[in-house]
């Protein structure tokens, strides 16, 4: 029956996705970060909270994109659980403050009920930061659900036995010297016209086109399948932060990390440039063979990648299909890109990459 609907409906949904879905808008993604940026400010606890910390006390894990399944073949979260609930263990037995930045339950192909029965583990890890009042749930595109449904609260509430408030940003102020840097955290789906625009275009999202796009399998227009939509969308988000002053942004959406506004293939790229001046052949040679790997997977590089400012950041995704996860960590007045992944089966973190803050603020 499902193939007969998939052959039946495909190229009218294709049409109609064709007609109507937006691509990245840059005036519409400005727009509406900045409408969200000052709303927290102005008035925080609506659409947001701001969280003050210490440059050398705080302690931050930013996690995206779970995607938290019904554990069946369209499950993308249930390779990267045992590395999930790992990094809560390590996160919350070290004191860190959790940030849920969207997507974190797919919602579009799977109802609440069996997100729910599939996921009791990772919800009971993610309980023992509600306990410790550090916890804050951002809604994405995918669990957009969470914050236009009425029952949603309720729903919230039987998963961690407490009430949950979904927010759509969280903002992180933090003194550096006589500067204030504000740490921006949204999902990143922003300007979006499928899933950030009007109430009835919400509600169809989430109570229409996401099933019907699960139920057909149809994936025809996410920025985490398509490499050109995942470089324009880090191209208007790091524009937009790049305006700002003393601000960066952390978003998610893309599956790609980003770390100081540069993805791991043009780091590379960068890295080659420098060394190219010097005589280390080796490492000349290294980095090439490791730049062929990564154009596999990803081949587009921003033009301006050896100029660009560094206030833009990607969290990734808790869903890679080798069960790996990436995040971002802010502990001991340094910003961090880290991986966990498995090594002889158990659960490793790695540092990708890290800058202190107090570097990092010079260069904004």
């Known amino acids: 029956m499902r193939k007969f609907a998939r052959w039946l409906l495909l190229k009218p949904v294709l049409w109609g996705v064709s007609k109507f879905s937006s691509k990245p808008d840059r005036e519409r993604i400005f727009d509406a970060l900045s409408k969200l940026y000052h709303s927290i400010l102005k008035n925080p606890g609506k659409k947001g909270l701001v969280i003050p910390f210490e440059l050398n006390a705080g302690k931050f894990i930013i996690f995206s994109d779970q995607h938290k399944g019904a554990k069946n073949g369209a499950d993308d979260f249930m390779a990267a659980e045992p590395n999930y609930l790992a990094a809560l263990d390590y996160y919350d037995k070290n004191g860190f403050f959790l940030i849920g930045l969207g997507d974190c339950e797919e919602l579009w192909e799977n109802t609440f009920l069996q997100v729910k029965k599939h996921n009791t583990k990772t919800f009971e890890a993610e309980k023992k930061f509600i306990q410790r009042n550090a916890f804050v749930k951002i809604f994405g595109n995918h669990d957009l659900f ?28 933090v003194s550096i010297g006589e500067r ?49 939509e995942k470089t324009l969308h880090n191209e208007i988000m790091y524009d937009w932060s790049a305006q700002q002053k003393d601000l960066l942004l952390i978003t998610g959406h893309t599956h790609q990390p980003v770390f100081e506004s540069l993805t791991h293939l043009e780091r590379l790229y960068k890295q080659l440039q420098f060394l190219k001046e010097s005589d280390e052949t080796e490492k000349i040679k290294e980095l090439q063979n490791e730049i062929k790997k990564r154009e596999r997977e990803f081949s587009a590089v921003s033009i301006d990648y050896l100029i660009m400012k560094p206030g833009y950041f990607n969290s990734g995704c808790c869903c890679f299909s080798d069960g790996d996860i990436t995040g971002i960590e802010i502990e001991n007045g340094f910003i961090r890109l880290i991986k966990w992944e498995m090594t002889n089966q158990v ?9 202190s803050l107090e570097i990092l603020v010079k260069s904004l």
């Open 180 to 228: 204030a840097l504000h740490i921006y955290c949204t999902h990143g789906h922003q300007g979006d016209a499928q899933s950030d625009g009007n109430w009835f275009s919400k509600f169809f999202v989430s109570n229409i086109w996401g099933p019907l796009q699960g139920y057909l399998g149809l994936n025809p227009n996410t920025p985490a399948y398509d490499n050109e």
């Open 347 to 355: 659960p490793e973190r790695t540092v990708l990459e890290e800058i």
């Open 146 to 173: 969470w914050n236009n449904d009425p029952f949603a609260p309720l729903y919230l509430k039987s998963i961690y036995d407490e009430e949950v408030k979904i927010y759509e940003g969280v903002i992180l102020p």
